[in-house]
DNA sequence: AAAAGCTTTTAGATCGATCTAAATGGATGG
DNA sequence: CCATCCATTTAGATCGATCTAAAAGCTTTT
């Protein structure tokens, strides 16, 4: 419909101009929306790019105005599901600021890490948000700083100096040994995997806060499988501890799914006679047997969070910095039971 | 340590260039690898740059050369994993050829993804990976070739004459068929949710053929809940049809696994008196008891598949349009047994 | 009628790279 | 000793927008 040229290899700016009888910069101002332009004139520049089927580019824009439009997100993995939603909680809020993502995967290496920002800063992003790899070494911001490069942190954090969205795992965790506590277990354990990192170590804080402020062993930390496929075989590891647990609090619901398989391999009944209770509360937490209590972190709320900082700091690069942490919730179904005969 | 000059906004090849003493296209030829260059003068500009703390700038590179090593991303949805383990394969291949990913969401609406291929356009992107939104009209397609944008599709595909990675949907499903066939199973039932597209018209068509070709009734196709969480309420729906059947094969597994959960609930043995097998082969088939039996699509592959058919378009676009579809693999766990007693 | 104050429009420089086409310098050949 | 060739290097135009600072039209004031 839009009558083409095909000789002419695009349409500029100039060309919407002539069109309209009116300077590139007028129409240049049109583009923007600014208010300096009158009214008539706006329609008639609109008119011209609606005929010639004018294409905004963006590259040369940002090349004078110095801002791209784009927005780097850097995370561990894109496998995991938990930073996926993340991701889309992100898109979201950026692309609703007519702003679009740029994706980079560090593989939780910093060297890869490293790399990754390089690249996003050759492509001249406006902002990152980033969760950052295990292993960062601190000296990895300070060279953020040195390009001024606005950061957000998002589930992990490594400064304080830096926006951070995140969520209170600690509170979380002392909520979920809470909710055993109230029925009657004592004797606690805390699997967990992966990495450590800012998430990791307050999910430990956190859990063993809760039991050593209520005089219960702190110490019962299992570290099972990485690989998801071998969690449930690393359930035998509860029980060589001679002092037996009662109840399991999972680092996140990847282990609260393999190990609730591993005890029923074990012929123990979930909810009956050993406890168990997740992390993260994902979508299949209703959809096992028996159904897993959780407490709920909300990636996609982080997402936004963290999105929506970043969007602040852009707007006023002077923004002190702001911390942005999530309460969680405890989502009580089946998983735990009030004390029974020991296990086992 | 580089010593940096607070006055000047930023380092440009042309500072680079005065300092190693040669001229801004020499400069210019180093960064880009080329042959030309001689290996001092080459040693001379990389010293330079290093010096400088330069960074090259993608964004003033591509308004010249019209290549912005960018590649565009659309899915119709960052939740489910499945797209998420997608975009990790592209993700990979697009970074290992230096280019990076600019994602977008379309909501699976084509109104939305028509928004977001003019903000890729806007971009310059270089090409676009896109799984169709489900109800993209044919002419979408058509305006892409009149842009010239080099387009992949993944996982659905709406024309011949572009690009497709995917996968064999239709065998697999007469592979799932099969697998309960040749236990003893006649009466067997298809699970379904989720918006129309080739994907799903593909596993419709291989159940069905697989059916009919061994004489069973093709039309025992049920639709549950799109919401995770009310899939197991639905398992019900199996035993509504005067023709009960004795298994399922799921459109995925997230209906697998909701299936499973709501068989154990009307009080049935997954394995033992009703069989049930998956589809996509996702990590937590694993995991869950019975193990599921499943059939994996292995989605990170066909994103890979996907990036690389886009890079062999990028460096010849004049390459006809071609198929890559892999095929499926069968896991045999527990969730299928033999034909046992009547179900209910 | 000139001055002042608005609003709206504009010419021309500019961002930082790449491209083209030509220049440079040294080696080789007649 | 000049012509030819090859490998390097380069000046200057160029991509398509935005920015600055000033001009052009208006209306209002003096």
């Known amino acids: 419909m839009p009558f083409e040229d095909k000789k002419k290899s695009r349409v500029t700016l100039l060309d919407v101009a002539a069109r309209a009888n009116v300077s590139r910069a007028t129409a240049s101002l049109v583009i923007r929306k600014s208010p300096l332009v009158g009214a008539d004139t706006r329609a008639r520049v609109e008119e011209a790019m609606r005929e010639l089927g004018y294409v905004y580019n963006m590259g040369a824009a940002r090349l004078r105005a110095e801002r791209s439009h784009t927005v780097g997100v850097v995370v561990p993995n894109l496998t995991n599901p938990f930073f996926a939603e993340l991701l889309s909680g992100i898109e979201s809020v950026i692309d609703a600021a007519g702003m679009v993502v740029i994706l980079a995967n560090s593989g939780d290496l910093a060297e890869r890490q490293d790399m990754v920002m390089q690249r996003m800063r050759e492509h001249g992003v406006d902002g990152v948000i980033i969760c950052p790899a295990a292993a960062t070494e601190p000296e990895f911001l300070g060279r953020m700083a040195e390009w001024g490069l606005p950061l957000v942190q998002a589930l992990r954090h490594i400064s304080d100096d830096i926006d951070y969205a995140g969520v209170n795992y600690a509170a979380g965790m002392r909520e979920a040994v809470g909710h055993l506590a109230s029925l ?161």
Do not use: W
């Open 184 to 344: 009657g277990h004592r004797r606690i354990a805390f699997a967990v995997h992966g990495p450590v990192h800012s998430a990791y170590l307050e999910r430990i804080e956190g859990f063993r806060d809760a039991m050593f402020s209520r005089g219960f062993d702190p110490d019962l930390i299992i570290r099972v499988s990485d690989q998801t496929a071998q969690i449930p075989g690393s359930a035998h590891l509860l029980f060589e501890n001679p002092d037996k647990p009662t109840a399991v609090v999972c680092f996140n619901d990847v282990i609260a799914l393999g190990l609730s398989a591993g005890l029923h391999d074990l012929g123990l009944k979930v909810g009956e006679n050993f406890s168990l209770i997740g992390f993260d509360d994902v979508a299949e937490a209703e959809v096992i047997r028996p159904r897993l209590t959780s407490v709920s972190t909300a990636p996609v709320t982080i997402g936004e969070n963290a999105a929506r900082m970043l969007l602040d700091r852009l707007t006023d690069p002077l923004l002190p910095p702001r911390r942005v942490v999530k309460e969680t919730q405890l989502h009580i179904r089946q998983s735990c039971g009030p004390i029974a005969g020991p296990a086992l």
